[in-house]
């Protein structure tokens, strides 16, 4: 049985990369599946340990999700601290992972910058809350951009050490199931999870250089558009951004080597639920000057009625707290199971 989770981080705005790597396709998802999303703000402290106005960033984040279309009813949307069970399994698999598997991710080697010693423990460990952030439910497909791909590698490595490593009290407890690991049958309790990356924007770049991801910490505004911003602003970012002095090539191979070009095709591409190739066909042959104002218009209309529905939302936080708490019980309610299931495996006393 699939089942879907994935998680935002509540530091700073949302921006149309979060939007079309991650939220758009947990929409996208939650039609034919059983879907779990998750405001993680135990994470939020991990690179900055004091924030201004946190419980306002984290309602943020669930109204997003709201105001994009997941259906919190059918679905579960919550902040992760309500459920404890993240943190405790995250424990467990400190002791799974090895110091070794943390030092080689590129994210934190990224965030941690020169100064690695002065990085908190938490942003060394962050992985590992993040594998149980999606094992504590059982989760078998994560929605995310190209971003995340490493950590979820390290997901799989800490599900099939578990696995390996308790192989034994996992037949002996009857919680596992039968699955083939690799060419391997083996008796696992945590399945290796499916990233979901695919799509025209897995990873949206900077609208003033393609080469570099759009990111909240990118010290220009106009790199990025963010989910708040106004129809003007939209239009400005766009006009504004970098391109070169070539036509729109009528296939994606024309697009190899001009990475603005390939970004903003890519963004028009996901936005309208067409491929890269359909939306060349549109447009190949034609200058910039034509094809901004095309996605500045599409941006706007797929935009501002998610926009206007977060201040809405934001207006009176009554309804989002109400969401978020429900949410956080029936979370809780299914983390406690495999907890139970975790604590006997290892032979903890309960
Ligand atoms: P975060 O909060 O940095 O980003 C949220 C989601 O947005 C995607 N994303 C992008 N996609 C395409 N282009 C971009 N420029 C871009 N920037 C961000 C991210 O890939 C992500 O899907 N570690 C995660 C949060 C997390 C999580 C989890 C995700 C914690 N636990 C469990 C999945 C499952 C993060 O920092 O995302």
Redesign the pocket.
């Known amino acids: 049985q699939p089942l879907v989770?994935?998680?935002?981080?509540p530091?700073g705005n949302l921006?149309l990369?979060?939007y079309?790597?991650?939220?758009r396709k947990f929409v996208a998802l939650q039609d034919n599946n059983d879907c779990i999303y998750?405001v993680?703000d135990l994470?939020a402290i991990t690179a900055q340990l004091v924030h201004d106005d946190l419980r306002n960033q984290i309602r943020s984040i669930a109204a997003a999700f709201i105001a994009s279309g997941i259906d919190p009813v059918k679905h579960i949307v919550f902040n992760?601290s309500a459920v404890p069970q993240h943190a405790e399994l995250a424990w467990i698999f400190n002791c799974v992972a090895r110091i070794g598997w943390m030092n080689r991710m590129t994210q934190f080697k990224d965030k941690a910058g020169k100064d690695r010693e002065n990085a908190s423990l938490g942003l060394l460990a962050?992985p590992s809350?993040?594998a149980a952030?999606?094992l504590v439910y059982r989760a078998t497909h994560?929605?995310?951009?190209?971003?995340?791909k490493q950590?979820?590698e390290l997901a799989r490595d800490i599900a099939q050490k578990f696995n390996i490593d308790f192989q034994q009290k996992i037949r002996e407890t009857g919680t596992g199931v039968d699955m083939v690991v690799g060419e391997e049958p083996i008796h696992g309790y945590f399945p290796l999870v499916e990233p979901l990356i695919e799509g025209p924007?897995?990873?949206?770049?900077s609208l003033k250089d393609g080469t570099k991801?759009?990111?909240?910490s990118d010290p220009s505004d106009l790199s990025r558009i963010n989910l708040m911003d106004d129809a003007d602003t939209i239009l400005k970012k766009i006009r504004k951004a970098k391109t070169d002095p070539d036509s729109l090539p009528s296939e994606v191979e024309g697009l190899k080597g001009r990475p603005e070009a390939e970004n903003l095709v890519g963004i028009y591409a996901a936005l309208a639920d067409r491929t890269k190739d359909d939306v060349l066909q549109e447009f190949g042959g034609q200058q910039f000057s034509a094809f901004k104002p095309a996605l500045a218009d599409l941006a706007v209309h797929v935009l501002s009625p998610i926009t206007e529905e977060m201040r809405r939302l934001m207006g009176d936080t009554t309804h989002i707290d109400a969401i978020l708490r429900d949410g956080g019980e029936r979370a809780r309610a299914r983390a406690e199971k495999v907890m139970a299931e975790v604590f006997d495996i290892i032979g903890f006393l309960r």
């Open positions: 989770f994935s998680g935002v981080q530091t921006h990369g979060n079309l790597g991650a939220i998750c993680v994470h992760q962050y809350l993040m952030d999606i994560v929605p995310v951009g190209d971003d995340q950590h979820l924007a897995p990873r949206v770049m991801k759009m990111s909240k």
